[in-house]
């Protein structure tokens, strides 16, 4: 499948910014299963000032917000080809040991919630593929989708008391639960292409398994799946602070308001370009 997205978020602030540093992660990851056709970020308001991978492989942008500045705008427009491994990403790669992803962090750290919640799953540890379906099931059963609920700072365990959340929620307990069983397991953040619709309300989150054999799996627990090819991997990491599209500071702006727009559709132009060159190539070979 080829997906067009378009990506804006935009920034306002009281007071114009004396210093201003971000890290962008928005550029989606060339990986198994998913390639780069084209990407732009256009910034207004901001500077580049460098680029990198980083531990995760994610592509982070470092920006410098433009002193004086009362908004600031970033536009991300680009087309990624997908395809349907059955939510197989592939073997672990990277800078970051595998090991890493079974330590809890303050987003995914087991209490007493998130123990009861894997002791009651029926299913053979032995099997862990099966293992992890039923826990994702066990998940959506315990976390009611519920925007508004929560937010960035919230963890798997508060979340799982208050028995509602957002996606973000859901993959984090998805986390915890998996490392207390000793299952390696790290968030993903990226887009979807919701069926019937083009404009998305925000980027999506799941969750994703290390399988001996199969390598990393994702489960997306909001929608009951793993992920297919309407899904985008863009950054990933040991929970959603490491994935998250903007991080960093902002000083003297006073209160900031933040608005977002996105659009995800399938690029069936691309595609019917791409079948009709294929053909013709076949046919001079």
């Not at 859901?170 to 968030?187: C, E, K, M, N």
């Not at 659009?263 to 013709?280: D, I, M, P, T």
Request: contains cysteine; aromatic residues 8%.
């Amino acid at each position: 499948m080829l997906l067009t997205i378009q990506h804006e978020t935009r920034y306002s602030f009281d007071f114009g910014v004396n210093h201003g540093l971000q890290r962008l992660r928005l550029r989606p990851k060339s990986t198994h299963g998913q390639q780069i056709v084209e990407w732009t970020t256009d910034l207004q308001g901001a500077t580049h000032e460098a680029a990198y991978d980083d531990q995760h492989q994610n592509h982070v942008e470092l920006v410098s917000l433009d002193p004086g500045v009362r908004e600031v705008v970033v536009t991300c427009h680009g087309t990624v080809r997908t395809a349907d491994n059955n939510g197989v990403v592939g073997e672990h790669s990277g800078h970051f040991p595998l090991w890493c992803f079974l330590r809890a962090t303050p987003l995914t750290r087991a209490g007493l919630k998130v123990r009861a919640l894997v002791a009651g799953i029926d299913a053979d540890r032995r099997d862990p593929l099966a293992f992890l379906h039923k826990m994702s099931e066990a998940v959506r059963g315990a976390v009611d989708y519920v925007p508004g609920t929560t937010d960035v700072k919230t963890s798997a365990e508060q979340a799982l008391a208050a028995g509602r959340g957002v996606c973000q929620d859901q993959a984090h307990v998805f986390i915890s639960a998996g490392r207390l069983v000793d299952i390696p397991t790290r968030y993903v953040g990226g887009y979807l292409k919701m069926d019937g619709r083009i404009e998305q309300d925000a980027g999506h989150g799941w969750a994703e398994a290390y399988v001996r054999g199969l390598g990393w799996v994702g489960f997306d627990v909001a929608n009951a799946i793993c992920p297919d090819e309407r899904y985008v991997r863009v950054a990933s990491g040991c929970d959603y602070s490491d994935a998250a599209p903007f991080t960093g500071i902002a000083t003297g702006t006073g209160e900031s308001r933040l608005s977002v727009h996105l659009s995800v559709e399938e690029n069936r132009v691309g595609q019917q370009q791409q079948s009709q060159g294929g053909q013709h190539q076949s046919r001079g070979e």
